[in-house]
């Protein structure tokens, strides 16, 4: 079993850069695929960006692909994510989840068994 949590999160002006992380408890990081989820209010869950277990397979959702990075650090059991040129539209808070059971990466939260608590991200206009 692994524990996520998140930081980083914070009030930004549209335009602005924040860069949020993902610590994860443990020492079987290297072997979990990551990703990072969204939920604005009102609004269901969605994909944002995925890493494979070595960190050579990335996938991003097309509204926010040029403008974020996700990477890992599997020393430091840490997964980020790099927010650039930030919209209103990115507000949301932003999850972290884990898989053990991923080969690859995948855009669906059902593959996800491992949850962070979340950290809030706006973006002002």
């Known amino acids: 079993q692994v524990q996520l949590v998140e930081s980083g999160g914070g009030l930004v002006q549209a335009g602005g850069s924040l860069r949020l992380s993902c610590v994860a408890s443990g020492r079987t990081f290297k072997y979990y695929a990551m990703g990072w989820f969204r939920q604005a209010p009102g609004k269901e869950r969605e994909f944002v960006a995925a890493?494979?277990?070595?960190?050579?397979?990335?996938s991003y959702a097309d509204s926010v692909k040029g403008r974020f990075t996700i990477s890992r650090d599997n020393a430091k059991n840490t997964v980020y994510l790099q927010m650039n040129s930030l919209k209103p539209e990115d507000t949301a808070v932003y999850y972290c989840?884990?898989?053990?059971?991923?080969?690859?990466?995948?855009?669906?939260?059902?593959?996800?068994?491992?949850w962070g608590q979340g950290t809030q991200v706006t973006v002002s206009s």
């Open positions: 890493i494979s277990r070595s960190g050579d397979v990335l």
């Open positions: 989840a884990a898989s053990g059971t991923l080969g690859w990466t995948s855009r669906s939260h059902y593959d996800y068994s491992y």
